[in-house]
C-alpha cells in the first residue's frame, strides 16, 4: 500500500525528488514550499518556487505558509494524517509539533558526508574546501541542525575542475533515486537508520557576499577551489581595467596552470601572465575558462578576449 506523503521544498534542487515520488506511486497529500517571491526587473511580480510550478502541473495541493511556528498551521500539517514527510530544501525551521506529526517522522535529503557540512551550503562549501568526494544522505530529522541518524548513502566523486552547479544537477539526480528507494524500503518496514559519527562534523554556513571577491594572494588550488564553489551563483569576481576603465568581471571557470609550480613566485598576484587568460597566484596560477561581463552572458574566456583587450602586465585588483 503506498505511503501518504507530505513533500516539503523550494528550489530546482527539490523538484527530481517531487517528480519521482509522484512517478514512483506514492500518495502525496500536500507539498509545503517556500510562498512566491519578488522578481522581475522592478521585483514587483511574484514568482511562485520551482517545487510549487511542478506541484500545481502534478495536480498537487501547494501551502506556502510563512512560518510552520502556529498553532493552526501545525493542526493544519497534523490533519493531512501523513505516513512520512519528505524534505529537501525547504528553507524553513520544522518545530517538533511538525517533526513529530507523521506517523513515521521527517526523512530529509541533504547535499553532503554528514556529519561534514552540516547546514545550508554543502555543495558549495565542500568545493571550495577542496573535498574530492560528496554525496546524498538520506536521514531522519530531528531539532537539531541536520544530526539525525543517516538510512542511505550515495556517494559522488569532485571532479578537480567542477563547478558548484555541475554538482548541484549531478546531485539533484542521485539525490531522487535515492529518495525514493528510501520511500520503498519503509513502505516495507525495511529501512534502518545508523547514528551519524561524532568526529567529523563541519558546518556549511551561507555564502556571504564578502566572500565572493577573488583574492589573488591566496594560492593557486584556494583560488580555483573558490571559482568553481561559487560558479554560477553568486559567482566569484574581481576586477580588470577594460577600455581605459575598471569592470568588474564574473569568473565561472577556471582550471590549474599546466606546468605552473605552485611555490614559483610568478610575480605580483593578479597579473596577466600570458595573452590566455593565466592569472598569477600568491603561489601558482590558474587559467580563466570561462568569464562573464556586467550585463553579458557567460562566455569562454577566448571569446572574451575577442572583445576586450586583455595583455600580459595587466592586473586584476
Known sequence: MPLRVIFMGTPEFSVPTLRAIAEAGQEIAAVYTQPPRAAGRRGL????????????????????????????????????????????AYGLLLPK?????????????????????????????????????????????????????VAMVEKCAIGPDMTAGDLHDRLMSVGASLMVE??????????????????????????DK?????????????????????SPFPGAWSEIGIGGRPERLKLLRSTLSEGLSLSEDLGESGGILDDRLTVACGAGAISLVEVQRAGGKPAAASEFLRGAKIERGMKFS
Not at 210 to 230: C, M
Open 182 to 207: 528510501a520511500l520503498a524500503r519503509l513502505e516495507r518496514n525495511t529501512l534502518t537508520f545508523t547514528r551519524q559519527a561524532a568526529e567529523g562534523v563541519t558546518y556549511a554556513k551561507k555564502i
Open 210 to 230: 564578502s566572500e565572493t571577491r577573488v583574492d589573488w594572494t591566496r594560492s593557486a588550488s584556494e583560488v580555483h577551489n573558490s571559482i568553481r564553489g561559487l
Open 97 to 149: 509539533a511538525v517533526l513529530e506529526a507523521p506517523r513515521l517522522g521527517c526523512i530529509n535529503g541533504h547535499a553532503s558526508l554528514l556529519p561534514r557540512w552540516r547546514g545550508a551550503a554543502p555543495i558549495q562549501r565542500a568545493i571550495m574546501a577542496g573535498d574530492s568526494e560528496t554525496g546524498m544522505m538520506v536521514m531522519r530529522m530531528e531539532e537539531g541542525l541536520d544530526t539525525g541518524p
Open 45 to 88: 511580480e511574484l514568482t511562485p518556487s520551482p517545487v510549487q510550478r511542478e506541484a500545481e502541473r502534478l495536480g498537487i495541493e501547494t501551502r506556502t505558509p510563512v512560518s510552520l511556528k502556529g498553532e493552526a498551521e501545525q493542526a493544519a500539517f497534523r490533519a493531512l494524517q501523513a505516513d512520512v514527510a519528505v524534505v529537501v
